[in-house]
């Protein structure tokens, strides 16, 4: 079991020992001080919601909010907090706001909106060339017809007089 034996003082600072290795406290929990970590932002840091905790302290604290891309403030009530959570609104945001180049198009969403778009794109071109080419197979089609009417005798052209010949002589048949 790890635990950690902290003063009053000490869990003020930004700085703990724990098992002999130097931690710092990044946003209420604690964190080897690799360089790789500090300010790689992870879900652990910027997506989870906010947690005040049981403890009755007023910290004021600062949290990412992803639904408004923004940094926030909240009172921390002093234990149980998660990892987003933060001294200072620079911190939150050096962590936790979007980069411009992964706003820009380099990251794997944009790659796929990208692709997507390309698609549809794609599929609307397609629909035209498809549309184009029935309005020009109708348009032959209308233009055959009209140079080469109907011989008599060729054919099952029907007259009027021919319905009236045809009705007369089912009615006489009844």
Same mark, same amino acid.
């Given at each position: 079991? /790890?635990? *950690?034996?902290?003063? *009053? @003082?000490?869990?003020? !600072?930004?700085?703990?020992?724990?098992?002999?290795? $130097?931690?710092?406290?990044?946003?209420?929990?604690?964190?080897?001080?690799?360089?790789?970590?500090?300010?790689?932002?992870?879900? *652990?840091?910027?997506?989870?919601?906010?947690?005040?905790?049981?403890? $009755? #302290?007023?910290?004021?604290?600062?949290?990412?909010?992803?639904?408004? $891309?923004?940094?926030?403030?909240?009172?921390?009530?002093?234990?149980?907090?998660?990892?987003?959570?933060?001294?200072?609104?620079?911190?939150? /945001?050096?962590?936790?706001?979007?980069?411009?180049?992964?706003?820009?198009?380099?990251?794997?969403?944009?790659? +796929?909106?990208?692709? +997507?778009?390309?698609?549809? #794109?794609?599929?609307? /071109?397609? @629909?035209?060339?498809?549309?184009?080419?029935?309005?020009?197979?109708?348009?032959?089609?209308?233009?055959?017809?009209?140079?080469?009417?109907? /011989?008599?005798?060729?054919?099952?052209?029907?007259?009027? !007089?021919?319905?009236?010949?045809?009705?007369?002589?089912?009615?006489?048949?009844?």
């Amino acid at each position: 079991n /790890l635990t *950690a034996t902290l003063g *009053a @003082a000490e869990s003020l !600072s930004p700085h703990h020992h724990f098992l002999g290795q $130097r931690q710092e406290n990044l946003g209420g929990g604690l964190c080897p001080t690799y360089p790789s970590l500090k300010f790689l932002p992870t879900p *652990a840091y910027c997506t989870v919601p906010r947690v005040t905790g049981p403890c $009755r #302290a007023s910290f004021l604290r600062w949290y990412y909010s992803p639904a408004n $891309r923004t940094c926030r403030q909240f009172i921390y009530g002093g234990c149980r907090g998660n990892k987003n959570n933060y001294q200072h609104e620079e911190e939150c /945001l050096k962590r936790c706001s979007p980069k411009p180049e992964d706003i820009g198009g380099t990251g794997a969403d944009s790659r +796929s909106d990208f692709l +997507s778009t390309k698609v549809l #794109a794609l599929g609307v /071109l397609l @629909a035209v060339l498809a549309a184009i080419l029935l309005g020009y197979v109708t348009d032959i089609a209308l233009k055959t017809c009209r140079r080469k009417p109907e /011989l008599p005798g060729v054919g099952t052209g029907w007259s009027p !007089s021919d319905y009236k010949e045809y009705l007369m002589s089912n009615a006489y048949t009844l």
